[in-house]
């Protein structure tokens, strides 16, 4: 499969368990983004990472916890989520950070569906 | 505060008819402004960014700076355009912090036969 790649793409977990969403994308771009997307809410961002350098962390609880070890993959670990935590989370990337005609164009994943019971 | 609002939630119109999805848009500097697109079943993706310049699919968008708004339209809307718009603003100076898209919550198109 081309383009940004997310697994599982559903998954249903109690608030004591301990999962991992994975993204993976190549496009040999260098920026990569998790979005959470709730109903009846704006994607919202939560964490980007520059050439696996994370340059964001849009106040998100410390249950989730971001993880890149190369320009390819892009992990988020959840660890005790709450039910309110159930939603879609999307992958995205893009070639670049900040200005430019890369930047800011972004490649979206299908996304994970979680369901924290 | 930036925000990007889009006040319609959904949008119905006639096969044929014209469309214009409405944004607006909150920020004090010199920002960029994007549509995307998500089709049933298929991921979000870009349609068309304000610096472009260009028609997809037969949708434009002009960047209003007096009247902050970044509305979509299209002349004739076909069956197939029927899909969740988002519209996204970046600021170059959001905070400090780059690779910020703020997204509006969306709007349902929905082009009836």
């Known amino acids: 499969e081309t383009g940004v790649t997310q697994t599982p793409r559903h998954l249903v977990m109690g608030m004591t368990n301990k999962k991992s969403l994975k993204c993976e994308q190549h496009?040999?771009?260098?920026?990569m983004y998790w979005y959470k997307q709730s109903a009846k809410k704006p994607l919202e961002l939560m964490f980007v990472?520059?050439?696996?350098?994370?340059?964001e962390n849009n106040s998100v609880p410390s249950r989730f916890s971001p993880e890149c070890p190369n320009s390819s993959h892009l992990f988020l670990h959840l660890h005790t989520l709450q039910p309110e935590d159930s939603a879609l989370y999307l992958c995205?990337?893009?070639?670049?950070?900040?200005?430019?005609?890369?930047?800011?164009?972004?490649?979206f994943g299908a996304g994970s569906r979680l369901t924290v019971l | 505060a930036q925000r990007v609002t889009q006040p319609e939630k959904l949008l119905s119109v006639f096969k044929g008819a014209p469309v214009e999805l409405k944004c607006n848009y909150s920020?004090?500097?010199?920002?960029?402004l994007f549509w995307y697109v998500q089709y049933s079943r298929q991921r979000l993706q870009l349609l068309l960014r304000?610096?472009s310049r260009e028609s997809i699919k037969g949708f434009t968008a002009d960047l209003n700076k007096g009247e902050t708004s970044f509305h979509l339209k299209k002349p004739f809307a076909q069956e197939e355009d029927s899909a969740m718009y988002y519209c996204?603003?970046?600021?170059?100076?959001?905070?400090?912090?780059?690779?910020?898209?703020?997204f509006g919550k969306g709007t349902k198109l929905s082009v009836k036969p």
């Open positions: 920020y004090s500097g010199s920002p960029e």
């Open positions: 996204a603003l970046s600021g170059n100076n959001y905070g400090g912090s780059q690779g910020n898209l703020i």
């Open positions: 995205a990337s893009s070639q670049q950070l900040g200005q430019g005609t890369g930047a800011n164009v972004l490649t």
């Open positions: 496009l040999g771009h260098n920026a």
């Open positions: 990472y520059s050439l696996e350098e994370r340059v």
């Open positions: 304000h610096i």
